[in-house]
């Protein structure tokens, strides 16, 4: 089982900044590609962005060049450094370890105001 806990939402204003944390714990070493996917009201859950064991990233369209995907593995912690924020990146931001099981963490509120 894998634990995964996400914190840094909040409410923050059009340009502004946000860096979200998802802090793992539990069978790790079975996680192939960690992940951030948010969902707006009303919509789908889409992907934003993702990284892998070895490193490689991958972003969704409407975040490249604005967000950015790291992980710091001595601390078991994946981040998403969000700059430029527009009120359309509003949504819940969950947090996604995949590997021979898929866990998510209860995700973390993203306001931005126009």
């Known amino acids: 089982q894998v634990q995964l806990v996400e914190s840094g939402g909040g409410l923050v204003q059009t340009g502004g900044s946000l860096r979200l944390s998802c802090a793992a714990s539990?069978?790790?070493?079975?996680?192939?590609?960690m992940s951030w996917y948010r969902q707006a009201p009303g919509k789908q859950r889409e992907l934003v962005a993702s990284?892998?064991?070895?490193?490689?990233?991958n972003y969704g369209d409407s975040v490249k060049g604005r967000f950015t995907i790291s992980r710091d593995n001595a601390k078991n912690t994946v981040y998403l450094q969000m700059d430029s924020l527009k009120p359309e990146d509003t949504g819940n931001y969950y947090c996604?370890?995949?590997?021979?099981?898929?866990?998510w963490g209860q995700g973390t509120q993203v306001t931005v105001s126009s």
């Open positions: 996604r370890g995949f590997g021979p099981n898929s866990y």
């Open positions: 539990g069978s790790i070493s079975s996680i192939v590609v």
């Open positions: 990284i892998t064991r070895g490193g490689s990233t």
